[in-house]
């Protein structure tokens, strides 16, 4: 049996626009390709600047410091003393 799609309203119409801008907001993204990189991937900044690892050779100075992206629930990982 066929599932009915049911038509959106307005105010579910308005509501995606508002989420994504508020979902790009606290997203951190490559400085030259915007892109937001991957778990496991490694990430080199050069100041408050963060650069992807395919970006990387477009830069010629050293890096501030690298990190490896983790996942968001990483911080809340149980760890061993």
Known sequence: MPVLARPRTVFEVNLVPKSMRALRERRH????????????ELVFFYGERMVCELCRPLRRDR???????????????????
Do not use: A, F, K, Y
């Open 29 to 40: 993204g490559c400085v030259h390709c915007h892109r937001t990189p991957l778990i496991g």
């Open 63 to 81: 890096p501030s410091h690298e990190e490896v992206v983790h996942s968001s629930e990483h911080t809340l990982s149980v760890r061993r003393l």
